[in-house]
């Protein structure tokens, strides 16, 4: 089964910043509802943001200003900037369509944010 490969995570600290990206293998950015998905340590994935394929966009209230959600139509990229990043923004972070199938997650990235 192809999957979507994610990257850009790394070890930042409170306040910084990062991009992740998405090679959104077995989906269609412009077609498919697109969504990053988050798992925190011990607990279910959780939603972060969300595309959909006409371009209505919506985040968790806990990212609502820090985070961009956007896609690159062309490349069937999908993309999250994050900025002024908090410890509880730590987690695994994945791409995939809305509402997910589980054969389709990805390894996810890793991003960790330090005090």
């Known amino acids: 089964q192809v999957r979507p490969v994610e990257s850009g995570g790394a070890l930042v600290r409170v306040g910084g910043s990062l991009r992740l990206s998405c090679e959104a293998f077995g989906h269609i950015v412009n077609w498919n509802d697109m969504a990053w998905y988050r798992r925190v340590s011990g607990l279910e994935r959780e939603l972060v943001a969300y595309i959909t394929a006409s371009g209505m966009i919506n985040y968790v209230d806990s990212v609502k200003g820090r985070f961009t959600i956007s896609r690159e139509d062309a490349e069937n990229m999908l993309y999250l900037q994050m900025n002024n990043l908090k410890p509880a923004d730590t987690g695994v972070y994945f791409c995939?369509?809305?509402?997910?199938?589980?054969?389709?997650w990805g390894q996810g990235t890793q991003v960790t944010v330090s005090q």
């Open positions: 995939i369509r809305r509402p997910p199938l589980d054969a389709l």
